[in-house]
């Protein structure tokens, strides 16, 4: 139990540490360069090592992390780990300062992904990501990280005396509800470049040299374990953090194995994958390639090491709701704290078949950790994934799993702490095959 906690610890400790997708690929690629990873980059020529331990980036949002197989990698391919950097939020806008009468001043946002709205008002909020700053490179502008560190701003509901219908449900708009206040305005505050000036003062660049900047709200609190029993681990960002984190503690095993293992978190798998850093761009599909190539093979070479590879699709799966189990199949209810969940939909939304279920099958029986499924209400449309994007890249055998989570896209959301440890000790028994 006691390993089962300090592991559910250290998760929330990272996610705590990674307030956008900027931080998430920051602190990976720290723990990888502190276990002896070489930092390679998509710009530069790459000069591979057998045996060796890599690892690139894409967008600052993404991440591809590779151990080169002692085998040969046209008949022993990949064992890929996939999982997501990024979640539901808000994004700040450009110009963002909005000026409420003279009295308060509040930021323009937008939303990205599909968080749960009413779970993100009345909570400290701060805001995190990158900013770009002109350089004397037109084409290379300087980017910085920026984590606030605080609670800067909140989005206040309306009380019950002005809305007494609340308890029956509203809809929230993003534009008008879901804008974070920061401060009550005073004479010599200069509302038009709030933001600016304290960006200014995190990173020490001039207000005018600061251009643009991908920052998002994040929840400021830092998440718990709780329960009768310690057994759950309460916090935002488990999709798809928890699931980042589990790839990165296998992977950092360094086992070594024939096939070359990989681990690539994605970023943008919340709205839909298509950006260069996506699922659905080509950026793994090209590592990949290069990383035969580079071996002496030719394009023949380099799709047997595709179709010898294996992929787990890994992101957060639905545990039995306590209040609505109405809302699951009839058979198939994933319970926290009893395994991995393999996700199957016949439809395809997960990749997921019986081959590629049976794998994952007989890895969990082969490292003694239960394992469950789940299968969406016939009646219930469910959420897509990486897997099956990719696969719009990638034609390789590929395995959708999760762990079970209550609240999927509220700020703060409920895994289990025993099954933290269990997936990613399937996962670390994948990376010895
Ligand atoms: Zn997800």
Redesign the pocket.
């Given at each position: 139990m006691k390993k089962y906690k300090a592991h559910a610890q250290d998760l929330i400790d990272f996610i705590y540490e990674s307030p956008s997708p900027y931080h998430v690929v920051e602190n990976a690629k720290q723990k990888l360069l502190n276990a002896g990873f070489k930092a390679l980059k998509l710009t530069e020529k790459w000069d591979l090592k057998p045996k060796e331990n890599y690892f690139v980036t894409q967008n600052g949002t993404s991440l591809f992390a590779f151990t080169m197989g002692s085998g040969n990698v046209e008949e022993n391919g990949f064992k890929i780990i996939a999982a997501?950097s990024d979640s539901p939020t808000f994004k700040i806008k450009p110009s963002p300062e909005i000026n409420v009468a003279d009295r308060y001043l509040k930021f323009n946002t937008e939303t990205y992904g599909g968080p749960i709205l009413n779970t993100w008002l009345d909570r400290p909020l701060s805001i995190a990501g990158r900013v770009s700053v002109a350089s004397k490179n037109v084409l290379q502008p300087n980017n910085h990280l920026v984590n606030f560190t605080k609670p800067l701003v909140v989005i206040p509901n309306l009380p019950i005396h002005f809305n007494r219908k609340v308890n029956e449900g509203i809809a929230l708009n993003k534009q008008v509800d879901m804008l974070p206040v920061t401060t009550v305005i005073s004479e010599k505050l200069n509302t038009e470049n709030v933001l600016a000036e304290l960006i200014s003062k995190e990173i020490n660049v001039k207000v005018e040299d600061i251009l643009e900047v991908d920052l998002n709200l994040y929840h400021h609190t830092k998440g718990s374990i709780i329960g009768l029993n310690n057994e759950f681990i309460n916090s935002g960002k488990l999709?798809?953090l928890a699931m980042v984190h589990a790839g990165l503690t296998a992977f950092l095993n360094k086992s070594k194995s024939k096939a070359t293992n990989v681990l690539a978190i994605f970023d943008n798998?919340?709205v839909g994958s298509r950006s260069k850093q996506g699922a659905g761009s080509p950026v793994l599909k090209d590592i990949l390639k290069r990383i035969v190539a580079i071996q002496n093979k030719n394009e023949e070479d380099v799709q047997r090491a595709y179709y010898n590879s294996f992929m787990i699709s890994a992101?957060?799966a639905h545990a039995l709701h306590p209040n609505h189990t109405d809302k699951h199949d009839p058979v198939n209810k994933p319970i926290i704290n009893s395994g991995p969940v393999i996700k199957i939909e016949g439809n395809q939304k997960y990749t997921t078949d019986s081959d590629s279920s049976a794998v994952f099958e007989m890895l969990c029986k082969k490292a003694k950790i239960p394992y469950q499924k789940f299968v969406n209400r016939s009646d219930m449309l469910g959420g897509g994934?990486l897997g099956n994007v990719s696969a719009g890249q990638l034609a390789i055998r590929s395995v959708d799993v999760g762990n079970p989570m209550w609240a999927m896209h509220s700020v703060c959301e409920t895994s289990g702490v025993k099954d933290h440890t269990l997936i990613s000790e399937a996962f670390s028994e994948f990376y010895k095959l």
């Open positions: 997501h999709d798809d798998e919340e992101d957060m994934t």
